[in-house]
């Protein structure tokens, strides 16, 4: 009996391993798809799987909504908050410009 319980624990650990390792692998997939730069007082953002993308001021005004999988604000100086979906999920980044 504890060689079959040894075995079948064996077995559940390692199913287990081989699937977190698979979520760890989409996670970092996920963020390789996104970029975000800056040129001069203009934020381009890029991802192959970009729905959409929006700026907000840091109040939570919305600034600008843009389409695509290619997107460029132009942006004073302060602090922003930027959203994008991409590949079904919403990813956020806190933007600065000095």
């Known amino acids: ?13 390692t199913v287990v391993s081989l699937l977190a390792g698979v979520n760890f692998a989409d996670a970092a997939k996920n963020n390789d798809n996104f970029t ?34 290619f997107v460029e604000f132009e942006l004073e100086r302060g602090t922003y908050r930027l959203y994008a979906k991409v590949d079904g999920e919403t990813v956020s980044r806190r933007i600065e410009l000095r």
């Open 36 to 69: 975000v730069r800056f040129r001069e007082n203009t934020l381009v953002v890029t991802s192959t799987k970009m729905e959409e993308a929006r700026i907000y001021s840091m109040q939570g005004k919305l600034l600008q909504k843009e389409r695509g999988n």
């Open 1 to 13: 009996m504890k060689k079959y319980a040894k075995k079948v624990s064996l077995i559940v650990l």
